[in-house]
């Protein structure tokens, strides 16, 4: 089995900046792509940002330039770095990540449990 964590949420002012980590742990042979995804209040869940194994990445417009992706393969973890934030950022960030726990098995699709981040003065 895997675990996805997500860290690093919380409260900020318009303007400022956090950093959401995601680990995963357990049974992992590999990891394929890495993906955030936000869903804010009456609203349908949106992909933010993605990042292969090898590193490219792609990112919603509405993200474009204010937030970067990156990963830590040898940590299995993947972060978001989100500058200028904006109260429209403010939703619940989930951490996706395609998985295989052997060199046997197929890649595997998990979630992590959200991290809240709110942008209010």
């Known amino acids: 089995q895997v675990q996805l964590v997500e860290s690093g949420g919380g409260l900020v002012q318009p303007g400022g900046s956090l950093r959401l980590s995601c680990a995963a742990s357990g049974s992992i042979f590999s990891i394929g792509a890495m993906v955030w995804h936000r869903q804010a209040p009456g609203k349908e869940r949106e992909l933010v940002e993605v990042?292969?194994?090898?590193?490219?990445?792609n990112y919603a417009d509405s993200v474009k330039g204010r937030f970067t992706i990156s990963r830590d393969n040898a940590k299995n973890t993947v972060y978001l770095q989100m500058d200028s934030l904006k109260p429209e950022d403010t939703a619940v960030y989930y951490c996706?990540?395609?998985?295989?726990?052997?060199?046997?098995?197929?890649?595997?699709?998990?979630w992590g449990q959200g991290t809240q981040v709110t942008v209010s003065s």
């Open positions: 996706n990540a395609v998985v295989k726990s052997g060199w046997y098995r197929d890649y595997e699709n998990y």
């Open positions: 990042i292969t194994n090898s590193g490219k990445s």
